[in-house]
């Protein structure tokens, strides 16, 4: 789904009847997806139905990092809301490790005794989707 050229609503509406949503939740549920895009900048990718609650899954991609947004939506007691005390975001940093200009910082660090022992970096509000 990351890949595909489906608009958002295209990749939402293939999980609609898995999803068992009336229409109005169907359509409060897609407002919250556009409003996620818009806040972290990611793109909407899918939902993981075998779950309660289900997980609606993000992809933010920067320059050296890709960052997954997981969001749980608890429909019968706050339809079309994701829960943002269980929002989760998950950071790979595959990118960052493979850029030469990282590795080599790395390596003059280490030259002068330094250790990288973990990369850490937070996730702001984004004004444009990168997917």
Known sequence: MRDSDLSTRERFEVFREPLFLTDSMYDEIFQSILDE???YGCGF???????YPQIYVFLRQDKFRDVIILDRCYVPYSPGRFNPD??????????????????????????EGLELRDVYTSTTFYESAII
């Open 37 to 39: 895009e818009s806040q």
């Open 45 to 51: 990718v899918m939902v993981f139905t075998n779950t």
């Open 86 to 111: 269980e929002r989760e975001f998950r950071f790979i940093y595959s990118k960052l490790f493979e850029s030469p200009e990282f590795r080599g910082l790395v390596e003059r660090l280490s030259g």
